[in-house]
């Protein structure tokens, strides 16, 4: 018998997987570790315009799959277009998108925030974009409803070592608001030299934050460490950094210095030089983080902005992206291995965006454990391009096989959109359904507490816990 599209046992594939998700899964809170979240909009309480902005707002996914289907870019990223025009665009694409997770988010979130069971095309577009739109306008779909909307308890945001995360601060002031929302310090930009004129002003900004002169590598730590404690004191415990590729530190201080003033004084800098800084930087950084006790993420292996013209255009985060085939072996051993022999290995998790690297990253956390700390070193979700079903399903495999799945801190969306959450639904089914399959084929015990036990910890629990 043909199953309906997106039934209520959608990835659901036999009765132990419905058992483990309807009863276990289904109903535990959303604690999102790492998002792009606008916290302005969470404290100001947004209503959304319509559906084409709370849906195409910064959804560098949708923008790929619409140019990729012929769209004009003034339609996707330009400012003359209306978000309804966008939206229309969006729906002209959205039956191209089949076997594309972009085709089971769309209609995810549709049913899961707005009761709509019908196919997004050029057909239904206008009536579908009424009905949510007008929804959308109401409060009670507002920012804040939204998250309540989807159980959300927990959201950390990424932030930029210069805000001032007051907006944080009247966040937790709200008297009507119970889900927490907390700042993840994201210092990329301090040690980021792909672009010379951009890093020499976001210095010049830190020096003034800071107060003091910046001319050395030494002091650019000292000035980051300043931030990284006005960040602990506002609450901040979770740190984030994104690696294109990491490389073995071997230049010594006075070779980095020299590459400090080079960058400084606009004198060639080599890519080797770039990585090694880089580098250098994390590895100054993360003994910060273990010094205050933080939790620290590295996002490992994008090519980012890869089209000049776009980052001519519109900027960065344009959708022109890619996974990175460097080899980071090499790169991990130095940080990890380092700082372990250093005594200030904080709690960390990895993530991989090249799918080739997962028994690498995989393996690798378990070198590290220890300390009294139920899976202390994390190997993250599937990342961006791999959060789809085989992305996550390879994740879960592998992590299965060379780890501990039971200490896995879960899903995250990894998104700036406020209608993502349904993301958590698709891991929690996917992650059911092969737990159920192998108790169906009797290669785990049916054994509903133990097995519930581990699904709700994986879903919520080792978050809460974990962070």
């Not at 730590?221 to 602990?232: K, T, W």
């Not at 202390?376 to 096989?401: E, H, M, P, T, Y």
């Amino acid at each position: 018998m043909m199953k309906p599209f997106l039934d209520k046992n959608f990835f659901l594939n036999n009765k132990t997987a419905e058992k483990l998700y309807h009863e276990y899964a289904a109903d535990m809170p959303i604690y999102d570790y790492h998002c792009h979240l606008n916290p302005h909009q969470i404290l100001e309480d947004k209503c959304f315009e319509n559906l084409g902005e709370a849906w195409l707002d910064g959804d560098h996914y949708k923008w790929r799959a619409m140019r990729a289907n012929g769209v004009e870019e003034a339609y996707i990223t330009g400012t003359k277009a209306t978000w309804e025009e966008k939206f229309y665009k969006w729906a002209e694409t959205a039956p191209a998108t089949l076997r594309n997770p972009l085709y089971h988010w769309t209609h995810l979130e549709l049913q899961r925030y707005f009761g709509i069971d019908e196919l997004l095309s050029p057909k239904t577009a206008k009536s579908i974009f009424e009905k949510a739109s007008g929804m959308l306008q109401s409060d009670s779909y507002s920012t804040r409803n939204l998250l309540k909307k989807m159980n959300v308890a927990m959201v950390y945001t990424s932030d930029d070592p210069l805000d001032d995360l007051l907006v944080h601060q009247r966040i937790s002031e709200l008297g009507d608001f119970d889900i927490t929302v907390k700042p993840t310090f994201r210092p990329d930009k301090a040690i980021n030299l792909s672009s010379r004129t951009a890093w020499k002003l976001y210095i010049k900004k830190l020096e003034e934050l800071s107060c003091m002169e910046i001319y050395s590598m030494a002091s650019l730590v000292e000035a980051l460490d300043m931030r990284h404690c006005y960040f602990h004191d506002k609450g901040c415990r979770l740190a984030d950094h994104g690696v294109t590729y990491l490389m073995p530190v071997e230049m010594t201080p006075e070779e980095l210095d020299q590459v400090f003033v080079k960058a400084f004084t606009e004198q060639p800098i080599t890519a080797y030089e770039r990585c090694q800084f880089e580098a250098a930087m994390l590895f100054e950084l993360a003994q910060i983080n273990h010094k205050r006790g933080w939790v620290q993420q590295f996002h490992v292996g994008a090519f980012r902005d890869t089209n000049k013209y776009m980052m001519q255009v519109f900027g960065a985060d344009a959708g022109c992206d890619s996974i990175a085939d460097y080899q980071q072996g090499p790169g991990l051993v130095s940080l990890l291995g380092g700082l372990a022999g250093a005594k200030a290995l904080t709690k960390t998790i990895l993530y991989n965006l090249n799918p080739a690297d997962n028994e690498l990253f995989a393996s690798m956390v378990g070198n590290y454990q220890g300390g009294g700390e139920p899976g202390k070193i994390q190997w993250g979700a599937a990342w961006w391009f791999l959060d789809q079903q085989d992305g996550i399903r390879d994740q879960v495999n592998a992590l299965s096989r060379f780890g501990l799945l039971s200490c896995f801190v879960g899903m995250l969306t990894d998104s700036r959109s406020f209608l993502s959450f349904p993301r958590h639904e698709y891991f929690r089914r996917i992650l059911c359904n092969l737990i159920g399959t192998d108790i169906e084929n009797g290669e785990l015990p049916n054994d509903m507490e133990l097995i519930g036990s581990l699904v709700k910890n994986v879903c919520y629990r080792n978050a809460d816990r974990y962070f």
